[in-house]
């Protein structure tokens, strides 16, 4: 079993909709949870970290839930720029270790 | 400017030969990771380095060979060259304090083996 797992997508969804992102884990010791963006032939840049209590970040909301291993998404009101893909993220290794371990993506495109 | 780069950018060789990547970051982070990406795969470590002369195999190390004599730099070698080895490679960096934890990829390096 893939130690991160994601829905590939696409999801094509027009202007303004509400889209949501889910993600599992399999390593439950896993310390720290994180969305990454990568646009086309681009590299990865940092969204957001995820916390147990639920973050929001302007339009973007994640949720983890260490019991069920699962981690989310949420984009409201997408626009056009948000199209890219959304990698779930999970940092293993206790103390100040730790490798970033990369969910293979789900591919996003807002339409007009 | 601070950041991280990597060089080059673009890179065709031809099967067996040796090729290096090069990587360098201006944070000073102590830890260095080497990842491939491709298609239907995602991002797959290769190699990490926590220190300057402490290096380890990531999921996928064989073929490759790391060091880091210098914190800031973190060269990546491909001894031979082999077709599947056609990848885009990113290098990335973080620093001791997982609190502080950054996306911190460069650019990428697209590398064709013929």
């Known amino acids: 079993r893939k130690e991160v797992e994601q829905d590939p997508g696409p999801f094509n969804v027009p202007e303004g909709a509400t889209v949501a992102f889910n993600c599992t884990y399999s390593?439950?010791?896993?310390?720290?949870f994180f969305w990454y963006r990568q646009d086309c032939r681009k590299e990865p840049k940092l969204l957001m970290s995820v916390y147990s209590s639920g973050n929001e970040d302007g339009r973007f909301t994640a949720q983890l839930n260490r019991a069920s291993q699962y981690i989310s998404l949420l984009i409201r009101d997408s626009k056009l720029s948000d199209s890219a893909t959304y990698l779930c993220?999970?940092?293993?290794?206790?103390?100040?270790?730790?490798?970033?371990?990369f969910g293979k993506g789900t591919k996003l495109s807002v339409k007009p | 400017d601070a950041g991280i780069t990597q060089s080059p950018r673009y890179k065709i060789t031809e099967t067996g030969r040796q090729v290096t990547l090069m990587c360098h970051q201006t944070?000073?982070?102590?830890?260095m990771f080497w990842y491939r990406q491709d298609l239907g795969h995602g991002l797959r470590l290769i190699y990490y380095?926590?220190?300057?002369?402490?290096?380890d195999k990531g999921e996928v190390p064989d073929g490759y060979v790391v060091s880091r004599s210098k914190t800031e730099n973190f060269p990546l070698t491909l001894e031979s060259a082999t077709r599947s080895q056609t990848s885009v490679y990113f290098c990335?960096?973080?620093?001791?304090?997982?609190?502080?934890?950054?996306?911190?990829f460069g650019p990428g390096t697209r590398l064709t083996v013929t």
């Open positions: 380095s926590a220190a300057a002369d402490i290096t």
């Open positions: 993220v999970v940092l293993n290794g206790g103390g100040s270790q730790g490798n970033l371990i």
């Open positions: 990335a960096s973080r620093p001791r304090d997982r609190g502080r934890l950054r996306g911190n």
């Open positions: 944070w000073s982070h102590s830890y």
């Open positions: 390593n439950s010791a896993s310390q720290s």
